[in-house]
Nanobody, 127 residues
Framework: QVQLVESGGGLVQPGGSLRLSCANSNSARSFSTYTVGWFRQTPGKEREFVAAIRWSGGTTQYDDSVKGRFTISKNSPENTVILQMNSLKPEDAGVYYC??????????????????WGQGTQVTVSS
């Protein structure tokens, strides 16, 4: 199975940008049959859906809270999924995780459909 490693988190001021990466460190497997999702979690809250992309075909889905500000994309040569986050708000802060699923489009928001979670990367939005 894939082995995911997130990177790119950090501290940014409101209105700033960050670029998160989700890399598959298992070179023997590819993302080709998966959808890759990004979720975020803050202390005491459930992990919530942010965005997802189907590797084959590039179909995407976003949570309404990030539409128009975040862009999910794939970098095929590097076997990586990118989450470009612009116009960041304090409420975007949290630990961001990526994971894979093979579920249908209508279930992409369901955290229980995902597996092979990475270790997470911290995003802090503060002045």
């Amino acid at each position: 199975q894939v082995q995911l490693v997130e990177s790119g988190g950090g501290l940014v001021q409101p209105g700033g940008s960050l670029r998160l990466s989700c890399a598959n460190s298992n070179s023997a497997r590819s993302f080709s049959t998966y959808t890759v999702g990004w979720f975020r979690q803050t202390p005491g809250k459930e992990r919530e859906f942010v965005a997802a992309i189907r590797w084959s075909g590039g179909t995407t889905q976003y949570d309404d809270s990030v539409k128009g500000r975040f862009t999910i994309s794939k970098n095929s040569p590097e076997n990586t999924v990118i989450l470009q986050m612009n116009s960041l708000k304090p409420e975007d802060a949290g630990v961001y995780y990526c994971a894979t699923t093979r579920t249908v489009f209508s279930s992409w928001r369901d955290v229980g459909q995902y597996y092979s979670w990475g270790q997470g990367t911290q995003v802090t939005v503060s002045s």
